[in-house]
């Protein structure tokens, strides 16, 4: 993986979290803010998210048995799912019914202890900023040429971008739990406190929503890139003769990709013929993309009139059709 760098940013943003939580929690058992008690639970929750995320990339990691010959690559996104979930629930959910009781019985935050959430927030400003330059600096070479929100839509390893996601939450909430916990304390008025605390409430439902939305996809079955389409039939095509009929591929995990292709043999070739051609055109696939670990190839006569060698990409970036060859 990007696993040994996905998992450094997991490791990073969790020891910020479970640090940052505990603060939170002091934070709001001496003031009683709720916008601190909503961030602190965001923080639990992340924390909890981060574990998920190592457990699916353990569990990821075991080998294909009888009952699932393909292995276990995709406990990575089901358990990136799963986070969603939890951030939805456990995060969203209890900032938006704690706003609400907030907003019902407003109180300021008084007391000698007054400045310790703002202390609490302007650290946990500065440990988040720098869990998100990890997570930033481990997602530049998966990136590649992509922007940030191209990545984070079509990036086959969930962790990075769930992190990313994650941080970048974080961030926002802490800014929003400053202007809560700030305009109290100037105005001693407590609907303020309750309005910090929706405002993280509504960013992290939006944020649960957009990474369900994304795992889901993965966990439907997502093609290859374009790029691995056109470097695949490349190969293919790399002895001169055989010409791509049809073409699938699918990621059973972020780095496993299953290639389907009926592939053109010459009407006169002999069962040993075929049998050296796809031995070569595999080599050649493996050659060209090594994240192509299952590969099966159908010889067929190229029958005049037939497409060959078109492609369509995966949900997110093409359309699929008989006509064409669906990646």
């Known amino acids: 993986m990007a696993a040994s760098g996905g998992t450094k940013a997991i490791v990073a943003a969790l020891a910020a979290n479970l640090t940052i939580a505990l603060l939170k929690f002091v934070a709001f058992l001496l003031t009683r803010s709720s916008s601190m008690l909503a961030e602190a639970i965001h923080s639990v929750a992340d924390s909890g998210n981060q574990v998920l995320l190592l457990v699916g990339g353990k569990r990821a990691a075991r080998q294909a048995s009888p009952e699932h010959p393909f292995g ?10 799963i986070v969603s ?26 007391g000698v202890w007054w400045w310790v959430p703002l202390a609490v927030l302007v650290g946990a400003i500065i440990a988040e900023s720098f869990s998100l330059r990890t997570a930033v600096h481990e997602s530049k070479h998966l990136r590649g040429q992509r922007g940030w929100v191209d990545f984070v ?22 800014i929003f739990a400053l202007f809560g916990v700030g305009l109290t304390l100037l105005t001693g008025n407590g609907l303020w406190d309750a309005v910090g605390t929706a405002m993280i409430g509504v960013l992290l439902v939006v944020i649960a929503v957009i990474l369900a939305v994304e795992t889901k996809s993965l966990l439907l079955g997502e093609s290859a890139t374009r790029e691995h389409v056109r470097r695949i039939e490349q190969a293919i095509a790399g002895d001169g003769f055989t010409r791509v009929i049809h073409l699938k591929t699918m990621h059973l995990g972020p780095e496993e990709l299953l290639v389907a292709a009926k592939i053109s043999v010459a009407q006169g070739d002999s069962g040993q ?34 497409a060959a060698g078109g492609t369509a990409g995966s949900v997110r970036e093409g359309s699929t059709g008989e006509g064409s060859t669906p990646a």
């Open 273 to 306: 013929d075929i049998a050296r051609l796809i031995d070569a055109a595999e080599e050649r696939i493996r050659a060209a993309v090594p994240i192509a670990r299952v590969i099966y190839l159908e010889p067929d006569i190229l029958r005049a009139g037939t």
């Open 72 to 81: 276990y690559g995709r406990d990575r996104y089901i358990y990136a799912f």
């Open 153 to 174: 839509r079509t990036a086959k390893s969930p962790e990075l971008p769930v992190i990313l996601l994650e941080d970048i939450g974080a961030l926002l909430g802490l």
């Open 85 to 110: 979930i939890v951030l939805f629930s456990v995060g969203g959910l209890f900032a938006l019914y704690e706003a609400y009781e907030k907003w019902h019985d407003p109180h300021p935050i008084e």
